[in-house]
């Protein structure tokens, strides 16, 4: 039996699981050491860009023992897991806009470092989450799918910076539901946790992309007007292609 399993497709992904454990890896039936085990990914990634493997770290008889754990309930557990999934999807969401506008045929530097800047925010609200799990005696749930990396060159960036405030609000809903899932279990650190670690900066979030919004409907379709705008941006939120 295991406690984590991992579909991923990005090589960045290997790098944050790097970061994550130290410990050996089995698949397959083999060990790997960590930079082997990125190796791994790395070679895999690049005959299948989806791929599945079981990684063995903590056995079940000891991660649902309930002596590491108090007052943490499985619900609130479960909805903490379900934060990360959604932290990792709005990481996704903002990296498939910052390849997009940051691609030489749409050419927006400005606005896709902006999205960059999201996408590495949204990570590190998953690696709290994933350390307050740990923390907490839970076992974090990370499911890497494939994402389709595409540029689309039809997407305004009033639709986008749309979509962006709707993943926003969709992602400050369920860490209001952490903190009323936790509230009903009398788990008032969880609900301090969430609160204190992420409303402030998702109503701030929101709030930002709200004035976007504002600008850009204004702007309309003015060539040079959305350039101008991008070139703010770009002084903000400066990002380098260089490797």
């Known amino acids: 039996m295991t406690c984590f399993f991992f579909e991923l497709s990005l090589v960045n992904f290997s790098l944050f699981l790097q970061n994550y454990f130290s410990n050996m890896y089995m698949y397959n039936g083999i060990f790997f050491k960590t930079a082997n085990f990125v190796s791994l990914c790395k070679v895999f990634m690049n005959i299948n860009p989806l791929f599945n493997f079981t990684l063995n770290t903590i056995p079940n008889s000891v991660r649902n023992n309930s002596y590491c754990k108090y007052k943490y309930s499985s619900e609130v557990e479960n909805a903490v897991n379900k934060q990360i999934e959604s932290e990792r999807n709005a990481a996704f969401t903002y990296l498939n806009m910052a390849v997009n506008f940051l691609h030489p045929s749409i050419s927006y530097p400005g606005v896709g470092g902006y999205f960059m800047k999201m996408y590495e925010e949204e990570l590190g609200h998953m690696k709290i989450l994933i350390n307050y799990q740990i923390i907490r005696g839970g076992t974090p749930i990370l499911t890497f799918k494939d994402v389709d990396m595409i540029a689309n060159s039809k997407i305004t960036l009033l639709e986008a910076f749309n979509q962006a405030l709707e993943t926003e609000k969709k992602v400050t809903e369920q860490l209001e539901n952490i903190i009323k899932t936790a509230e009903a279990s009398e788990d008032y650190e969880t609900a301090d946790f969430i609160t204190s670690k992420f409303l402030a900066e998702q109503m701030n979030a929101i709030h930002e992309l709200s004035q976007h919004i504002t600008k850009l409907n204004r702007l309309c379709d003015d060539m040079e007007a ?18």
């Not at 350039?227 to 990002?239: A, G, M, N, R, T």
């Open 226 to 243: 959305l350039y101008q705008f991008d070139l703010k941006l770009s002084k903000e939120y400066p990002y380098s292609l260089k490797t």
